[in-house]
């Protein structure tokens, strides 16, 4: 089992920037993969970031050169850092972990206002 719990979500204006963070616990030594997807409202779940144990990373057009995903392995922490953040960056940001299961956190809402 995995434990994922995010943070830092917020509601925040155009331009500005957050920083989430997903805490990871429990059998995290099977994960080889973390990241990060996002849900608006009426639409599907999309993914923003992963970084894999490999440290190889991958981010969709959307985000590219505004979002950064990055790791302490030493806190089994997953950080996103979402810089000039747009009205349709406005979702629920959920944590994953690709272990030998698929494990999501619970979801935190950032809010962006035009």
């Known amino acids: 089992q995995v434990q994922l719990v995010e943070s830092g979500g917020g509601l925040v204006q155009a331009g500005g920037s957050l920083r989430l963070s997903c805490a990871a616990s429990?059998?995290?030594?099977?994960?080889?993969?973390m990241g990060w997807y996002r849900q608006a409202p009426g639409k599907q779940r999309d993914m923003v970031a992963f970084?894999?144990?490999?440290?190889?990373?991958n981010y969709p057009d959307s985000v590219k050169g505004r979002f950064t995903i990055s790791r302490d392995n030493a806190k089994n922490t997953v950080y996103l850092q979402m810089n000039s953040l747009k009205p349709e960056d406005t979702a629920v940001y959920y944590c994953?972990?690709?272990?030998?299961?698929?494990?999501w956190g619970q979801g935190t809402q950032v809010a962006v206002s035009s």
């Open positions: 994953y972990a690709r272990c030998r299961l698929v494990y």
């Open positions: 429990g059998s995290i030594f099977s994960c080889n993969a």
């Open positions: 970084i894999t144990s490999g440290d190889s990373i």
